[in-house]
Structure formats: C-alpha cells, structure tokens
C-alpha cells in the first residue's frame, strides 16, 4: 500500500519541483494533495506529464491520514502548520528555515548525515538545509572523512529563483526594460540584479553578516562537524536557475589534488567535471534541471599547510530543495516507516510539539 503525501506550498517554484520531482522518482504515493494559501485554491498544478492536481487551502486541510508532508511554504507559515500537521500524525520534510536549528530537529542531508533522520520522532519534523549549504556539504562530506576540515571560506554566486518566482520575474523585466530603454526598478531586491550582482542575501545581521551567511556557517556545523569554521559572502548574481559557489577549504592532514578528486568522483550525488582546458568546468546554466552536485577546478592552495579550492554548481530547486526533500521522504519510507503505510505505529510515537 502506498502513502498518502501533502505538498505545502505547490504553487510556489520549489513547491513544483517537489511535484515534479515525487512524479519522476515515482515515490510511492497512492495519494498525493497539493496544498497553498486561500488565494491559490482551485488553481490546478502538474503532477507528472499527465496528471493535475486541484489545490486546497491549507488554512483549513485535516492532515488526518497524511503520512508525509513535503512543505515549503515561507518560516511563518510553518512555525504555525507544520506542529499541527506533525500532531495530527504526518512526518513533516520541511524546506524552510522556520525548524533548521531547532535541536529536537535533524538537519538532513541524504548522502552526509542520513543517520540523524532517526531523531524525526522527537517532534515530527525534518528539516532540509539552505540551499547553498546542502550543495556544498554534499561536495565536502567524501573530503572530511578523509582529512578532516578545519575551515571552509566559500563565496556563493545564487541565482534569483532562490529568492522566489516573483524575483525571477524581476531579474527578466529589468533585463527587458534596459534593452528598450525603460527605467529600472527595483522591486523584490534592494539594488538592480539585472546586469549587476548583490552582495546580500537575506537580511543584515548586528554583527554584519547576512541571515544567509550566517545559516551556512551554521547549518554547516549542524550536519557536517560542529568544528569546522565557516565564513562566507553570499552574493545574488542575474542567474534563473543554479547557484554556484567558491570553496576555499582548509585540512587538518594533507589531501592532495588527485586524492580529492578520486574521493569526489565515488561519492555518491556529486560529479566531477574537472579538465583543465576551455569548457572543462560546469556552470549554473548546464546544472538546471540536473539532480547532481558538479565539482569543478579542484586545485591546492598554496597559502596554507593543506588547503584545497574547489567550484561547486548545482540546481538550487532539486537538489538545493525539492530532490533533497524527496530523498528523505524515501528513506524514512524505507527504513522508518519499514515501506508500509501505518507503519508509524511501530516506531516511537510523537511527542506533542512545542508552543
């Protein structure tokens, strides 16, 4: 018997590509409900190349009977649904930022900390890491199992679709409007992103960081090793799809170019295509609609002891988002719920969430 599976926020760019992505991997769904705000109720949105769904208002769902809730609909939207829909007997996969540092919720990333999923009973919910995170531990993880990292210094080059569908329409209005001469304005970024880059991803914290540089530090620390430093600068580049990141990364023992690269290339998610010729790196643009992490330009860094850098590419909407989700979903289908539906009954039970 298969699962009874909610999408909170499916009319929304991530939303989709869960959808999309549950279709394509033909996750064990007998039922599958695509849920959004009362503005969207009634809009119909693609589940597989034939199949439509009717979207309901999640104000007002029952999650009774819900087995798995894949759900990215913005942090205030969850911090009040997802305890709800977690009391009411569903695994909530949640994509936003709104749980991520909550202790009593793992932080998961399939091929680098799949073990912390059995902590999901605790409150009913998973977390999926930031985007940008997800993409650079996954490259990381083969890296520190062999030499362990002390610090990583990573620059992030992230597409507009990680801010929303409403930002993409900015960066292609803006493009058009500079080519026939029209003003500019900018609406859903601080400063034009067409053309240009932003240095400022999220909002601006005390000590000068962004919200977003501050979550890949942490997050960091949360799945991979609670040592390692971080610094990071995140940066808006006028890019649809995929982020791209340089990841200057520093060991505690020595790692040499060609030791990383065979690691890289047996590691489960990430590709490697690193050929030190014109066109022997891989870019956002190539990236979308791909599920892999793409590890380019691996190369030492001289300045340190044992120091690497590296280019790392990914589609910030799979693998940053829906894909991530959608492989915690299949494993706790797997090896919690034992491939059964009802199948919660014979693991720990739910605690009542927190207020």
Not at 78 to 100: H, L, M, Q, Y
Not at 155 to 164: D, E, P
């Amino acid at each position: 018997m298969g699962f009874r599976v909610a999408v909170v926020g499916a009319t929304g760019n991530v939303g989709r590509e869960m959808l999309t992505t549950l279709a394509e991997r033909e996750f064990p769904a007998d039922d599958v409900v695509a849920l959004a705000s009362s503005r969207s109720i009634g809009r119909e949105v693609s589940f597989g190349e034939d199949d439509l769904l009717k979207v309901q208002g999640l104000d007002t769902f029952d999650f009774r009977g819900i087995d798995i809730v894949l759900s990215s609909p913005g942090a205030t939207v969850s911090a009040e649904f997802a305890p709800r829909a977690a009391k009411a007997g569903a695994v909530v996969i949640d994509n936003t930022s709104c749980f991520r540092m909550d202790p009593a919720v793992p932080l998961v990333v399939p091929e680098v900390n799949p073990q912390a999923l059995g902590q999901y009973t605790k409150r009913g919910i998973i977390a999926n890491p930031n985007c940008s995170t997800i993409q650079m531990v996954v490259a990381l993880k083969p890296l520190h199992d062999l030499a362990r990292i002390k610090r990583i210094v990573v620059a992030t080059y992230q597409s507009v679709s990680g801010a929303g569908r409403a930002s993409m329409d900015e960066l292609f209005n803006q493009t058009r409007s500079i080519y026939v001469n029209d003003p500019v304005r900018p609406e859903r970024f601080t400063k034009q992103i067409a053309f240009n880059v932003i240095p400022h991803c999220d909002v601006f914290m005390e000590d000068g960081e962004t919200k977003e540089e501050w979550k890949m530090a942490a997050e960091t620390r949360k799945i991979l090793d609670p040592g390692i430093a971080v610094t990071a600068t995140c940066v808006r580049v006028p890019v649809f799809i995929g982020h791209g990141e340089a990841v200057n990364v520093e060991f505690e023992r020595p790692l040499g170019e060609e030791q990383a690269r065979a690691a890289l290339r047996r590691a489960q998610g990430v590709r490697v295509v690193d050929h030190r010729v014109d066109e022997g790196y891989v870019t956002p643009a190539e990236a979308a609609g791909e599920d892999a992490v793409y590890v380019s330009r691996i190369r030492r860094d001289p300045t340190v002891p044992h120091g690497l850098n590296l280019w790392v590419v990914a589609d910030n909407l799979r693998k940053g988002a829906a894909l991530n989700a959608v492989q915690i979903a299949e494993i706790l289908t797997k090896d919690h719920f034992g491939g059964r539906r009802g199948a919660r009954s014979n693991v720990e039970p739910l605690r009542r969430p927190r207020a």
